[in-house]
């Protein structure tokens, strides 16, 4: 998809300036590549409206080209298309919150339980695997290899009544004290009434808090119709899309929002428990239109960031003095241009991904501030001083906890081993100096 945008947009680029007509041609062109990455035909054909209307007329910014104007339009339109913003987990205060995952056979409903599992454990939760899939003895042996490795019990009763297992799982949970309940539950290669019927039966009975529909982004033309019958028999909540570390062209990912309006919660970028991200709609609109996005920050940084500053920055970097207060400032810049997360899908070169491991939010990021503004100037400059009696000292005066401060300290070490990548002598380094 990304050539045939390129090429359309080529064309664009000769012709320098932008009427109705250039625009009307490039969009045939746009959703002829939309077509061809299987995205459904109804949304191609409501993505080219929508950014035909706003293309044509718009004014021309003197500092883009009209053909990156048409680019950044596009983009925008299918982050929107995408969600928008990156859509969270809906965790309700009393326990337990049953998340049911369902999808086709082979779409990774057992894996992501797993990931799931071992990112909520990770973060502070109990959760609780359940085999809802009893049809073949092996599936159930495939959970419980994925809860050990994700070190997440899982609850099974062989190959009873799934919607008995269900149920007794919930009164397992609030026994043991799980405060999240995963199901995975059977799937079929094709939808079946059998299976809906089912899966309709576990949803009745245990009234999950979430439904998440598994689906593997390979799939292509086939996951919209897919993710209109589960929805429309199960009202599902969200959608994990799976598999994007393959080779896909990224239709499902357009059409699946678009169709169902429900949000992708999370991506699976691959076989191991780790690999599971919080699907960024802003990240995969520029997957489709593979160009990282660089545009779009060259202009905010341009914009937002004093340069002066940013010399000083680069100086410091490349002396190695980078220190807690100086991530402070960078911190604050960055605000300045958007959320955290729409910052971090725009680093090209994969440092976004690094980046986003450790899970960067906008609300962590207030509490980075807290912390690094308890610190003494003496300890910003030398993060080395911070001693267990200091770290406990700015856990308090932050209201954090020390893993917290413990938690900053290591960013901030990842941070600064990044940037001493990136000032190496010869290395170009790109934009700026956060980079
Ligand atoms: P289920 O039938 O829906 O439970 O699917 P499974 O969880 O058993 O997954 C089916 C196959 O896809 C397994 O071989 C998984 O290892 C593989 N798989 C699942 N998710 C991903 C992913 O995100 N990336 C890759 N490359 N493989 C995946
Ligand atoms: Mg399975």
């Given at each position: 998809?990304?050539?045939?945008?390129?090429?359309?947009?080529?064309?664009?680029?000769?012709?320098?300036?932008?009427?109705?007509?250039?625009?009307?041609?490039?969009?045939?062109?746009?959703?002829?590549?939309?077509?061809?990455?299987?995205?459904?035909?109804?949304?191609?054909?409501?993505?080219?409206?929508?950014?035909?209307?706003?293309?044509?007329?718009?004014?021309?910014?003197?500092?883009?080209?009209?053909?990156?104007?048409?680019?950044?339009?596009?983009?925008?339109?299918?982050?929107?298309?995408?969600?928008?913003?990156?859509?969270?987990?809906?965790?309700?205060?009393?326990?337990?919150?049953?998340?049911?995952?369902?999808?086709?056979?082979?779409?990774?409903?057992?894996?992501?339980?797993?990931?799931?599992?071992?990112?909520?454990?990770?973060?502070?939760?109990?959760?609780?695997?359940?085999?809802c899939?009893v049809?073949?003895?092996?599936?159930?042996?495939?959970?419980?290899?994925?809860?050990?490795?994700?070190?997440?019990?899982?609850?099974?009763?062989?190959?009873?009544d799934p919607v008995?297992i269900a149920?007794?799982?919930?009164?397992?949970?609030?026994?043991?004290?799980?405060?999240?309940?995963?199901?995975?539950t059977?799937?079929?290669?094709?939808?079946?009434?059998?299976?809906?019927?089912e899966?309709?039966?576990i949803?009745?009975?245990?009234?999950?808090?979430?439904?998440?529909?598994?689906?593997?982004?390979?799939?292509?033309?086939?996951?919209?119709?897919?993710?209109?019958?589960?929805?429309?028999?199960?009202?599902?909540?969200?959608?994990?899309?799976?598999?994007?570390?393959?080779?896909?062209?990224?239709?499902?990912?357009?059409?699946?929002?678009?169709?169902?309006?429900?949000?992708?919660?999370?991506?699976?970028?691959?076989?191991?428990?780790?690999?599971?991200?919080?699907?960024?709609?802003?990240?995969?609109?520029?997957?489709?239109?593979?160009?990282?996005?660089?545009?779009?920050?060259?202009?905010?940084?341009?914009?937002?960031?004093?340069?002066?500053?940013?010399?000083?920055?680069?100086?410091?970097?490349?002396?190695?003095?980078?220190?807690?207060?100086?991530?402070?400032?960078?911190?604050?810049?960055?605000?300045?241009?958007?959320?955290?997360?729409?910052?971090?899908?725009?680093?090209?070169?994969?440092?976004?991904?690094?980046?986003?491991?450790?899970?960067?939010?906008?609300?962590?990021?207030?509490?980075?501030?807290?912390?690094?503004?308890?610190?003494?100037?003496?300890?910003?400059?030398?993060?080395?001083?911070?001693?267990?009696?200091?770290?406990?000292?700015?856990?308090?005066?932050?209201?954090?906890?020390?893993?917290?401060?413990?938690?900053?300290?290591?960013?901030?070490?990842?941070?600064?081993?990044?940037?001493?990548?990136?000032?190496?002598?010869?290395?170009?380094?790109?934009?700026?100096?956060?980079?």
């Amino acid at each position: 998809l990304s050539e045939k945008l390129s090429a359309a947009f080529k064309k664009l680029k000769q012709k320098g300036k932008l009427g109705e007509k250039d625009v009307k041609t490039a969009m045939r062109e746009v959703r002829l590549a939309l077509l061809e990455a299987d995205v459904n035909y109804k949304v191609a054909k409501q993505f080219v409206d929508a950014v035909t209307e706003r293309a044509v007329g718009a004014a021309v910014f003197e500092s883009l080209t009209p053909a990156q104007q048409v680019i950044k339009i596009v983009h925008e339109e299918l982050i929107s298309l995408m969600g928008g913003e990156v859509s969270r987990l809906h965790i309700p205060s009393k326990p337990p919150c049953v998340i049911m995952m369902c999808g086709l056979q082979g779409s990774g409903k057992t894996t992501h339980s797993g990931k799931l599992g071992k990112l909520l454990k990770s973060q502070g939760h109990r959760p609780l695997l359940v085999a809802c899939d009893v049809y073949r003895p092996a599936a159930i042996k495939q959970l419980q290899v994925v809860g050990e490795q994700a070190g997440v019990p899982v609850f099974e009763m062989g190959q009873g009544d799934p919607v008995e297992i269900a149920k007794k799982a919930l009164g397992h949970a609030k026994d043991h004290g799980n405060d999240i309940v995963i199901l995975d539950t059977a799937g079929r290669l094709h939808i079946d009434e059998a299976l809906m019927a089912e899966l309709a039966a576990i949803k009745a009975a245990v009234g999950p808090d979430e439904i998440l529909l598994v689906i593997d982004s390979m799939t292509g033309q086939d996951a919209v119709s897919v993710a209109e019958s589960f929805n429309q028999l199960l009202e599902i909540t969200g959608v994990v899309l799976t598999k994007l570390d393959g080779d896909t062209r990224g239709g499902a990912a357009l059409s699946v929002k678009a169709v169902t309006g429900k949000p992708i919660k999370f991506s699976g970028t691959g076989e191991k428990l780790d690999d599971l991200e919080p699907f960024y709609p802003d990240r995969m609109a520029s997957r489709i239109l593979g160009m990282g996005d660089v545009l779009t920050f060259i202009e905010k940084a341009q914009t937002q960031f004093d340069e002066k500053q940013q010399k000083a920055m680069e100086e410091k970097f490349r002396k190695n003095k980078f220190d807690l207060e100086d991530m402070l400032v960078q911190l604050d810049q960055m605000r300045n241009m958007g959320s955290l997360q729409q910052i971090v899908s725009m680093l090209p070169g994969g440092i976004g991904n690094k980046l986003s491991g450790a899970d960067l939010d906008d609300r962590q990021m207030d509490q980075v501030r807290a912390i690094i503004c308890s610190m003494t100037p003496e300890e910003r400059a030398k993060p080395k001083l911070i001693n267990p009696s200091r770290k406990r000292r700015i856990a308090a005066g932050s209201g954090t906890r020390v893993e917290d401060v413990n938690r900053l300290l290591k960013q901030f070490e990842t941070m600064s081993k990044l940037m001493k990548q990136f000032s190496r002598p010869g290395k170009r380094r790109r934009m700026m100096p956060f980079m």
